[in-house]
C-alpha cells in the first residue's frame, strides 16, 4: 500500500474479522501445516499512539506510555471529566475513537456518525482532546506545513511518499492530501518497523538453528507457524527483537499469544 503496509489478496488476510462470532469461526479454520506445531502471534500495542507521542513529544501522552497507563481509558477520563476508575468500557470504546479518528484527520461530522452521537458532542470531545495534548494539535499542523513546503511525507526511516495533491485548487483532494501529509509519518513509520522486525525476527531464529518461520504480517502483528517445543524460546526471541528494533522516546510494547489456530492467538 502507499504508507508502505503490505496488503495480500486470494485470499484477503489482511481483513479476515476478528470481532463477530462468524468471523472468529473463520479464524478457527487457519492451523498450522504440521501436527506437533502452534502458531505464535506477535502484535504491536497501539504502535500507532506510541509513534504519535514520540513524534509530537507530547508530555502528556508519552508519561502515560512512559508509566504504563491505559491512553484509552486516561483520555476517557479527561473528555467525560470523570475519575479513571469510573469509566466504563463503552466511554472507553469513544476515548479510543477519538484517539485514532485524530490521527486521520476525522473531523466532528465523521466521529459523531462514528460514535452515534451529536455532532456538537462530537466536536466537544476533539477540542477536549487537544486541550489536554496540545503538542499532538501542532505536529499535526507541522506536518501538513511541512507536506505543502516539500510535496511530500518521510517516515522515521527516511522513505519518502510524494503529496503533490497538498496544493491542490480543489478542496476535496487538498483534504485528502492533509491526512496522507498526518498519517504517512505515522503509519507509514509502523509499516517500516515491522518489517525491520520481521528481518531480525528471521536472522535470530536462523542463528539460533530453530525451524519456526514467519507465515503472515498483518499490520501491527506477526504471525509464526513453530514446533511446540520451541513455542516458548521463540516467544522470548520474537518480543526482544520486535521491542527493541528502533529506539523511540517511549517505549514499544508486544504481545504475544500462542495457539492451536488462528483464533485461540
Same mark, same amino acid.
Request: proline share 5%; charged share 30%.
Given at each position: +500500500? ?11 488476510? $489482511?481483513?479476515? @474479522? ?7 469461526? &473463520?479464524? !478457527? ?8 506445531? =502452534? ?17 509530537? /513529544? ?11 497507563? *491505559?491512553?484509552?481509558? %486516561? ?10 476508575? /469510573?469509566?466504563?468500557?463503552? /466511554?472507553?470504546? $469513544? ?12 473531523? +466532528? ?8 452521537? #451529536? $455532532? ?5 470531545? &476533539? ?17 501538513? #506545513? ?16 510524494? &503529496?503533490? !495533491?497538498?496544493?491542490?485548487?480543489? @478542496? ?5 492530501? !492533509? ?37 503472515? /504480517?498483518?499490520? *501491527?502483528? %506477526? ?9 516458548? #524460546? ?30 485461540? =492467538?
Amino acid at each position: +500500500a502507499a504508507t508502505g503496509r503490505l496488503s495480500s489478496e486470494n485470499p484477503n488476510l $489482511q481483513n479476515i @474479522p476478528v470481532k463477530t462470532p462468524l468471523g472468529k469461526r &473463520i479464524r !478457527e479454520a487457519f492451523r498450522p501445516e504440521q501436527a506437533g506445531w =502452534c502458531f505464535l502471534s506477535a502484535d504491536y500495542s497501539q504502535i500507532e499512539l506510541r509513534l504519535l507521542a514520540h513524534f509530537s /513529544q507530547d508530555p502528556v501522552l508519552m508519561g502515560a506510555f512512559l508509566r504504563q497507563e *491505559d491512553v484509552h481509558r %486516561l483520555t476517557a477520563s479527561w473528555i467525560f471529566e470523570i475519575p479513571l476508575e /469510573q469509566v466504563s468500557q463503552e /466511554q472507553r470504546r $469513544q476515548a479510543k475513537a477519538v484517539n485514532f479518528g485524530v490521527i486521520y484527520g476525522q473531523q +466532528a461530522f465523521g466521529l459523531a456518525k462514528e460514535l452515534g452521537i #451529536e $455532532q456538537k458532542k462530537a466536536a466537544a470531545f &476533539i477540542e477536549a482532546y487537544f486541550a489536554r495534548y496540545p503538542k499532538v494539535r501542532q505536529y499535526l499542523e507541522e506536518s501538513k #506545513e511541512k507536506a505543502r513546503k516539500t510535496g511530500k511525507a518521510t517516515t522515521l526511516l527516511g522513505r519518502e511518499r510524494e &503529496i503533490p !495533491e497538498i496544493l491542490s485548487k480543489n @478542496p476535496a483532494l487538498r483534504q485528502a492530501a !492533509e491526512r496522507f501529509a498526518v498519517n504517512t509519518p505515522l503509519q507509514g513509520t509502523q509499516a517500516d518497523l515491522i518489517k525491520k522486525a520481521m528481518l531480525e525476527v528471521d536472522f535470530g531464529m536462523k542463528q539460533l538453528g530453530k525451524r519456526g518461520f514467519l507465515v503472515l /504480517q498483518i499490520h *501491527d502483528e %506477526l504471525l509464526f507457524e513453530v514446533p511446540e517445543e520451541e513455542a516458548l #524460546e521463540l516467544s522470548g526471541l520474537v518480543k526482544e527483537k520486535m521491542e527493541k528494533t528502533v529506539q523511540l522516546l517511549v517505549p514499544l510494547q508486544v504481545d504475544v499469544h500462542l495457539g492451536k489456530n488462528w483464533k485461540e =492467538c
